[in-house]
């Protein structure tokens, strides 16, 4: 079946630091490939989604670029600041009939401190 | 436009006991999911719902069952409650079944679910 791995936490970081979480995944087929983020006491946010081989996802700073031949979406940020602190989990979905089914990792808490 | 809003943010059960946990959609979204976590794991899906039926279900046993009202909120029910079961339950709501660039899942903040 449909599996992510990501690298265990917690990472701990100084401000201005550059990260990088680790993402690998198993499916059969092309799955869209997404980095959701989760803060204290809140559900998850999507923080960036790359639909196809190739394809470089970004927001706020925040990239992470889909490879198939390594079956990997690494998350990385070139700067990183304190209210980055938060849990990041990568997913992936296959279009199938089951519609919007997620398939997570278990998560990588990121402290970023001053 | 309103986000995905989850009730009751907190309850406690005992084992055997039944809970129904609530969720309303973000506005123009017709299709809710609903995932279990459990503390310090990722989020595990449990099913979904679209046009008032379940339309996708994860590996969750009988005694996990749900409802979507005409209004698109939905319910999820949980029956012989055990241990295993206390969890953040998340509800996620779409605009459509499948996810495309854009079919995202919007997230409530959650239903934490302790079991005695």
């Known amino acids: 079946g449909d599996s992510v791995t990501q690298m265990e936490g917690p990472v701990t970081l100084s401000e201005e630091a550059f990260l990088t979480i680790n993402c690998t995944y198993t499916?059969?087929?092309?799955?869209?490939l997404f980095w959701y983020v989760q803060y204290p006491g809140e559900g998850l946010q999507l923080l960036l989604k790359a639909t196809k081989a190739d394809d470089k996802g970004s927001n706020k700073g925040f990239e992470a670029t889909y490879r198939k031949e390594t079956t990997s979406f690494h998350l990385e940020k070139g700067s990183v600041q304190v209210s980055d602190s938060a849990v990041y989990f990568c997913a992936l979905s296959r279009l199938t009939g089951g519609g919007n089914k997620l398939t997570f990792g278990t998560g990588t808490q990121l402290k970023v401190e001053l | 436009e309103t986000g995905v809003t989850q009730s009751p943010t907190h309850l406690i059960k005992t084992r055997g006991q039944q809970v129904t946990l609530r969720c309303s959609s973000q506005s123009g979204h017709n299709t809710v999911s609903w995932y279990q976590q459990a503390l310090g794991q990722g989020p595990q899906f449990i099913f979904q719902?679209?046009?008032?039926?379940?339309?996708g279900r994860g590996n969750f046993p009988p005694r996990f069952s749900g409802l979507q009202f005409p209004n698109y909120s939905s319910e999820l029910n949980v029956n012989a409650l055990e241990l295993d079961d206390s969890a953040l339950y998340l509800c996620a709501s779409s605009a459509g079944q499948g996810i495309s660039g854009a079919n995202v899942l919007t997230f409530g903040a959650g239903s934490r679910l302790t079991v005695l």
């Open positions: 499916a059969t087929g092309y799955p869209s």
């Open positions: 719902y679209y046009r008032e039926e379940e339309n």
